[in-house]
């Protein structure tokens, strides 16, 4: 006999443990009960309490109102730290992360960042990511397939043959040691290794610069004011961290959706112009991010009759506000032509994601390549035995095997 699932149980009065197995497997019911019901919610990561809001319009709100800032220190009057706890020097530069930080200093950095980040740098690494996908497929029939992103990346901050394996082993430092029971030895040693290289190749860089955006970064300037040697190491631990994550997981989560929707997928075979409008619908749809950093409330704030405290952490819900009503027509059909499709996957108000275009273009072409050499793939499992990672704020799979034939 087949086992049965016990129905999910909801409940407005006890706080959603994000971090559980429970909640990461089902969110998208819990997503449709909330934007309904209990459009605010408390809930817990670990043993953090904070609030949750999931409807559209509330998470702009949140992420636009000066009632709101990301800086914990600033909101609750203790101090100027973004976080509640000490942080050792030798990692301090994760901690300082302009996306952790307000206006005025949050302006001041991004606007030094956008000197380097230009669409015209990344326009240029269009060939390259089109070679670097096109060596990973061809690696595959090989059995000697190549890392995609972290070349993508590697690339983007102009990292030498010589320095590709100490860069690998920062990325995956970064990408897959925060997390689970490795995170002491992570914060404690490795991260410290990680940062020392990282601070050696910001220092060839500067007497050796190259045409790439960590050259650019380090000598980006605006009115005689330049990163500082701690603001360029946190943000190529940003580039990375944001650059390999993200993405990673929005082309894994963006196969399984076409697998899933096949009539979708012979559209956009048959109509490659839509694959622009495709990825947006992906993003929306099935994308990886569906929280933001924590906000913090600068005084009380009352949201669908729900007060939010002063210094209290508030998430907007960005994958629950992606499938809201209110905003989209039939949020749950995945329609590869959706517009206007004004989707929050990458964020909105001061913290847009800087990285969006660079994540659009490395999506597009990994997965119109892997679709064009491969029209018959498919997924290795059944779809129910794919498991979604326990990781508040993200929708990710532990893993996404296909068969290629």
């Known amino acids: 006999m087949a086992a049965t699932t016990a129905p999910l149980e909801f409940d407005a009065t006890r706080p959603i443990k994000m971090s559980s197995a429970d909640f990461s497997t089902h969110k998208y019911d819990w997503y449709r009960w909330m934007l309904e019901e209990a459009p605010v919610m408390p809930a817990k990561i670990s043993v953090m309490k904070l609030s949750v809001v999931s409807r559209y319009d509330d998470c702009r709100m949140v992420l636009t109102d000066d009632r709101f800032i990301r800086n914990r220190g600033k909101a609750t009057g203790k101090g100027t730290s973004p ?22 200093e949050h302006r001041r950095l991004r606007n030094l960042v956008n000197k380097a980040f230009t669409p015209r740098a990344i326009a240029s690494l269009s060939d390259r990511i089109e070679s670097l996908s096109g060596d990973l497929l061809d690696g595959v029939v090989k059995k000697s397939a190549i890392d995609l992103l972290p070349r993508v990346i590697a690339e983007m901050v102009g990292v030498s043959d010589d320095e590709m394996h100490e860069f690998q082993n920062s990325v995956r430092i970064l ?74 997981h929005l082309v894994s989560n963006s196969v399984r959706t076409l697998l899933e929707h096949p009539e979708q997928l012979e559209r956009l075979r048959a109509q490659p112009e839509l694959w ?37 952490p508030v998430m907007p819900i960005l994958g629950a506000a992606n499938h809201d009503p209110r905003a989209f027509d039939k949020p749950e059909v995945f329609d590869i032509s959706r517009t206007p499709n004004h989707h929050l996957g990458f964020g909105f108000g001061n913290h847009f994601c800087l990285g969006r275009q660079l994540a659009l273009m490395e999506t597009k072409v990994a997965l119109k390549n892997l679709f064009d050499r491969y029209p018959n793939v498919r997924l290795a499992v059944p779809p129910d035995e794919l498991k979604i990672m326990a990781m508040p704020g993200w929708h990710r799979h532990v893993s996404m095997p296909v068969l290629l034939d």
Do not use: C
């Open 83 to 104: 976080l509640p706890f000490f942080v050792p020097k030798g990692i301090a530069a994760i901690a300082r992360s302009m996306i952790l930080e307000d206006d005025p």
């Open 175 to 248: 990408s897959t040691g925060l997390t689970g029971l490795s995170i002491a030895k992570t914060l404690v040693w490795d991260l410290r290794i990680a940062s020392k290289f990282m601070r050696k190749m910001i220092e060839a860089k500067r007497q050796n610069p190259g045409d790439d955006i960590l050259s650019a970064l380090i000598h980006a300037e605006e009115d005689g004011d330049r990163l500082k040697d701690q603001e360029l190491l946190a943000m190529v631990f940003l580039l990375i961290l944001a650059g390999f994550e993200t993405t990673t």
């Open 276 to 312: 622009d409008s495709a990825v947006e619908e992906l993003v929306r749809f099935r994308g990886p991010v569906h929280g933001t950093k924590l906000q913090y409330a600068t005084e009380d704030v009352e949201i669908h009759g729900v007060i939010i405290k002063k210094g209290s």
